[in-house]
């Protein structure tokens, strides 16, 4: 974990923003406090009583399969919502998929459950940020509909992490708008967050951020212990397109291969859960995923979205995708007497407080740039004015080249959107500029294109 060292300078009038000791917001330590192992338990339970969740399997009984899964969890959402005053939007996203082999090999209904927060402030309402765990199941033979398939952990957890978000999350006001989303058929192809992502895409819809909760509530190694240490971030960093747009390649000439938007969002929960929750680290990978696996965040990612997959420190693969039995005295099978329930409430604190953060922020600045006109050992960045109301200011962060968090910082005011900081070469650092509001929450930062005209 890396701490933010920060070097602020107050500038202008009695300005006096955010900086490695900031003040935490009250709104923020009352939701990760609300945040309940026992809920997280009750549900991953009610999740396993099911008996499958596989995409295929019934949806008429009322206590058994998919259907049922799907009800239950839209019926609680809409007790949250009733809970919180009925700001949560609660509704299906059902759409027909075409058969695709060998997964889904005659096609199926597929219903994605989502629960939206509105944002409060008008400037800031049409800025979404998406929050996902798969509800669906499979055991070993991925068109297997009948085989008791738990599904616990891999996603009961997530499932229950962002339930469990909805729940505290709807009882408070963000600027910005979040999106509780629990999503199906992952295991058959990803359909579910597919679906929602490309209709976002299409739709035109101003996705800052996804997360997905994938496999967060294991912490049993392979030799008896526990691993508790961290959670991983998987953080893409270079978008992976057949042909790079000119501002990816633009970025590229100029070393900014690790400050895409996903990478910028990665260091943002970083350190927002350094803050919030010290008991569990957050450990970034440089990486899409892990090998031989896909997720939710995928889709995010290939629509242009920024997006990041939260998992356990250490998959154990004797529980996942594997037919509930006993073999040479090992036990098999995704069971809740595997998954550590404190554990999946601390992924859920750090996801609350990133999430809340965002949602609070203004939106990052627009049109940011570093002046390279002339030969100068000085670097001048210049940005668009943000438009929120509660805009405190700008903070210009920078780091060494080969560092992975922000080390220094500038906060300038809201009337500021040129700013000189000098003696500090941008051939050596990496820039970055964010924007900040009254409170102290902070947009991720974003990397400046080179500007050649005065
Ligand atoms: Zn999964």
Do not use: C
């Not at 935490?24 to 192992?37: G, L, N, R």
């Not at 049993?220 to 397109?241: C, I, M, Q, Y």
């Not at 996942?320 to 809740?336: A, I, K, M, W």
Request: aromatic letters at 8%; glycine letters at 6%; charged letters at 25%.
């Amino acid at each position: 974990m890396i701490s933010r060292l920060l070097s602020v300078l107050a500038l202008g009038a009695g300005l006096t923003l955010a900086a490695a000791d900031a003040p935490k917001d009250p709104q923020i330590q009352q939701i990760t406090a609300e945040i309940s192992p026992a809920n997280i338990e009750a549900t991953i339970r009610k999740l396993v009583s099911f008996k499958t969740r596989h995409t295929l399997s019934d949806t008429a009984s009322a206590d058994t399969g998919i259907g049922a899964a799907r009800n239950w969890i839209k019926s609680e959402l809409e007790r949250y919502s009733r809970e919180s005053g009925g700001r949560l939007v609660v509704e299906f996203d059902a759409f027909h998929q075409p058969p695709s082999p060998p997964r889904l090999p005659q096609g199926a209904e597929i219903v994605n459950v989502v629960a939206t927060l509105p944002g409060t402030q008008p400037e800031s309402r049409e800025r979404v940020y998406v929050i996902s765990g798969h509800y669906d199941s499979r055991s070993l033979a991925i068109m297997d509909l009948d085989t008791f398939a738990p599904g616990a952990n891999d996603d009961g957890s997530g499932t229950a992490a962002v339930m469990e978000l909805a729940r505290v999350m709807s009882k408070h006001q963000f600027d910005a708008t979040l999106v509780f989303v629990t999503v199906a058929a992952e295991e058959q192809g990803l359909n579910g967050s597919t679906h929602w992502a490309k209709t976002a895409k299409e739709k035109g819809v101003n996705v800052a951020a996804m997360f997905t909760n994938d496999i967060v509530g294991n912490t049993l190694r392979e030799d008896g212990t526990h691993d508790r240490s961290h959670v991983r971030v998987f953080a893409e960093g270079v978008p992976p397109l057949p042909t790079l747009p000119e501002e990816v390649l633009t970025q590229l000439k100029t070393g900014g291969e690790n400050d895409f938007p996903t990478r910028q969002l990665a260091r943002l929960i970083e350190s927002v859960g350094a803050r919030y929750v010290p008991q569990l680290p957050v450990k970034v990978i440089y990486r899409r995923d892990r090998y031989l696996r896909g997720g939710d965040h995928s889709p995010f990612l290939d629509a242009g979205f920024a997006a990041v997959r939260f998992t356990e420190p250490r998959e154990a693969f004797t529980r996942q995708h594997e037919n509930v039995r006993v073999e040479n005295g090992v036990q098999y099978g995704d069971l809740p007497e595997f998954v550590d329930f404190a554990y999946i409430a601390d992924v859920a604190r750090v996801d609350a407080a990133a999430l809340a953060e965002l949602a609070s922020a203004p939106a990052s600045p627009h049109g940011v740039e570093v002046e390279a006109i002339k030969l100068e050992n000085d670097t001048t960045l210049r940005w668009e004015p943000n438009t929120e109301p509660d805009l405190a200011g700008y903070r210009i962060v920078w780091r060494d080249t080969t560092a992975p968090q922000w080390e220094h910082a500038i906060d300038v005011a809201k009337d500021v959107t040129r700013y000189t900081v000098a003696g500090i070469s941008k051939d050596n650092e990496i820039f970055g500029v964010e924007a900040v509001d009254t409170a102290g929450h902070a947009s991720p930062a974003v990397y400046p294109k080179p500007r050649r005209q005065p």
